[in-house]
């Protein structure tokens, strides 16, 4: 089972959520505030962060971009904030879900449970050219140097990855990859994928656009 962080300066919310996901046999850390879930993340290793946004020391997108500098774990936000423009900057700084409060207990637990499924069904290492994907290792190298990206960046290529050759519409990364009730649009989509190009440097040119469709990649 796996190992979660649990963040927020409610005391119900984190009683609520460790709840469940004990039930379900995890094993559950909870902090207070932003500070703590950075120092406890320094020293100990999470499957997955449940982080709050607003909290006192330090908020939760604050906390995240900290933790992101050292540690590669999934995170999903929860906030009291439904403006676009707050998803759209979680999304930026490498969350992978965001729920809006109030929230159903059992719809966190199916999402922690959905993003834990898609990191343990990616096992396979590619190698084309000067280009290496260890889709276990959540690393990529390009031209032997390993290339540090956003979690969504990672999600993304791995995503386009297992469906390499395939071409793939905007709509359906936004489901696959965001998830269904992500607000984001297609811009979304190309902004990650021009981050996505950067990172690969020399071998940008793999993604391919598909005018009026979408992307393919090319291994």
């Keep these: 089972m796996a190992r979660i962080l649990i963040v927020d300066d409610e005391d119900m919310i984190r009683e609520v959520l460790s709840e469940y996901a004990t039930f379900e046999g995890h094993t559950v850390t909870e902090a207070c505030d932003g500070m703590q879930a950075v120092l406890l993340c320094r020293e100990n ?39 676009e423009y707050d998803k759209l900057f979680g999304f930026e700084i490498g969350i992978d879900d965001y729920v809006t409060k109030p929230f159903s207990p059992k719809e966190v637990m199916a999402r922690i449970n959905a993003i834990l499924r898609r990191g343990k069904g990616q096992s396979k290492r590619i190698v084309s050219g000067g280009l290496e994907i260890d889709i276990a290792g959540r690393a990529v190298y390009v031209d032997g140097n390993r290339v540090y990206m956003t979690p969504k960046e990672y999600e993304l290529l791995f995503y386009m990855v297992n469906n390499a050759g395939v071409a793939i519409s905007r709509e359906n990364l936004l489901n696959d990859v965001w998830g269904y009730d992500f607000y984001g649009d297609d811009r979304t989509v190309d902004t990650h994928i021009k981050m996505l190009r950067a990172s690969l440097g020399p071998y940008r040119d793999k993604i391919v656009t598909l005018r009026g469709l979408g992307y393919k990649l090319d291994l």
């Excluded at 997955?48 to 020391?57: A, F, Q, S």
């Excluded at 604050?62 to 906030?79: A, D, F, N």
């Design 45 to 83: 290793d999470y499957d997955i962060i449940i982080m709050d946004v607003m909290m006192p020391k330090l908020d939760g997108f604050s906390s995240v971009k900290e933790i992101k500098k050292t540690k590669e774990i999934p995170v999903i936000m929860l906030s009291a904030r439904v403006e």
